[in-house]
């Protein structure tokens, strides 16, 4: 599987999928939900209004999908990460379950390319290198024949260090 590492706007990916660092409520918030919520309009809302009635909120560390609006990806995939409390164990796995269960959610879509933002780095405080050094890994470890490609998409110059380098150890 091939990983690029760019510095960019999520919401700008030609992909098969973004990914969504989305809030329980899945109704869009600050950060990249609010962005993809804004540049998706009012489909991306109404599918997770949807989903939502389905089966309630989304849990930290799953993941589901919806249709990507107006945005140049086909889907949506959306995950709950974790808010940093400290519980480096619990908010690890936690993290890593975001990433594993979008990347199985996009193998099961027989989609070939998806690009992450940096998930819980923002408002939810998780530490930057160490959420770097979880995508990176259970990216690597992702075992699959029909997903070609992951796109980590880093807000900013300091996300974009750490993943370059967390790439090429």
Not at 48 to 60: A, D, H, L, V
Not at 99 to 113: C, F, P, R, T, V
Not at 133 to 144: L, R
Request: glycine residues 10%; aromatic residues 6%; hydrophobic residues 40%.
């Amino acid at each position: 599987m091939n990983i690029e590492i760019i510095k960019g706007d999520i919401t700008k990916i030609e992909a098969d999928a973004i990914v969504n660092a989305a809030n329980s409520s899945l109704l869009g918030g600050g950060g990249v939900d609010g962005a993809i919520h804004r540049a998706g309009g009012k489909q991306i809302l109404d599918a997770c209004i949807e989903i939502r009635n389905r089966q309630g909120k989304c849990k930290t560390g799953e993941a589901v999908v919806t249709t990507a609006g107006n945005l140049p990806a086909k889907y949506v995939i959306h995950t709950v990460g974790p808010v940093w409390n400290g519980d480096e164990e619990k908010c690890s796995k936690l993290l890593a379950n975001c990433y594993q269960n979008s990347l199985k959610l996009a193998e099961n879509l027989g989609l070939k390319i998806i690009a992450f933002p940096n998930i819980s780095t923002g408002v939810y405080r998780f530490p930057k290198e160490l959420a770097g050094k979880i995508a990176v890994e259970e990216v690597k470890n992702f075992k699959s024949e029909i997903l070609e490609k992951v796109i980590f998409v880093c807000f900013d110059e300091e996300n974009e260090e750490i993943y370059r380098r967390l790439l090429d150890e």
